[in-house]
């Protein structure tokens, strides 16, 4: 399902008017990459799922995406599929419409093996701007999220959060580590700003403390987002 009708049957159907906007924000585990796949999606054959995606059909800063429901037991690499890429996302949507009658729409920004550092090539920094859509992080994660509200139907109650699933790379180099919390909460406030959203919640995932023994400076990273 991909035009603005299509959407509304599928929650006119369902009955549902508020809906909970999931950005999934940050690294490789909050692309959902580890959590459907194999037999796992498997499970999904044939199911009804109460979730839309909005997908980019480029990576660029064109308008070029729309909301489509995602399907049970397609490839990952095909607008809405379930594979390797609605992992995370869907288990919370699927936990909200379950437990709160509240269904779920996903907007995937989340890059893998990228940390909030300015002085990094790729870097989710507010004021990383080197002029590249697939570098400048932050501003590509403003464009989607942007792009995305806008093409909700006209109706629909909007709640929507922020899951920030990141830390890793930062917590490989002392520098970096060290400013994780200065540039994170710049980009909460940036972003609530950016968006014109000023009470937009982040539910921040912890970074294990076992997680990789190159990640000297894990502990300084989780502290800064506990604080």
Avoid at 96 to 111: D, E, H, Q, R, S
Avoid at 157 to 184: G, I, M
Wanted: aromatic share 10%.
């Amino acid at each position: 399902m991909s035009t603005q009708s299509n959407i509304i049957d599928f929650y006119q159907t369902t009955r549902l008017k508020t809906v909970y906007l999931i950005i999934m924000a940050g690294q490789s585990n909050g692309t959902d990459r580890f959590a459907i796949s194999g037999n796992l999606n498997s499970l999904y054959q044939g199911i009804q799922i109460n979730a839309m995606t909005y997908y980019k059909t480029a990576n660029t800063n064109a308008a070029n995406g729309s909301w489509v429901q995602i399907n049970a037991g397609t490839n990952s690499t095909t607008a809405g599929g379930i594979g390797g890429s609605y992992g995370m996302g869907l288990i919370i949507a699927n936990r909200l419409i379950n437990k709160y009658g509240k269904a779920g729409y996903i907007v995937p920004t989340a890059v893998g093996g990228t940390p909030i550092a300015d002085a990094a090539l790729n870097s989710w920094n507010t004021a990383h701007n080197t002029g590249v859509y697939s570098q400048d992080l932050y501003a590509r994660f403003i464009n989607h999220c942007t792009q995305a509200i806008a093409a909700i139907p006209v109706g629909l109650t909007l709640t929507p959060v922020v899951v920030w699933v990141h830390q890793e790379t930062d917590s490989v180099t002392q520098a970096y580590a060290n400013l994780y919390q200065t540039n994170f909460q710049n980009l909460i406030n940036q972003a609530r700003i950016d968006l014109s959203l000023p009470n937009l919640k982040f539910l921040i995932t912890a970074l294990r403390s076992d997680y990789d023994p190159t990640a000297l400076y894990s502990s300084t990273v989780r502290t800064a987002v506990n604080t």
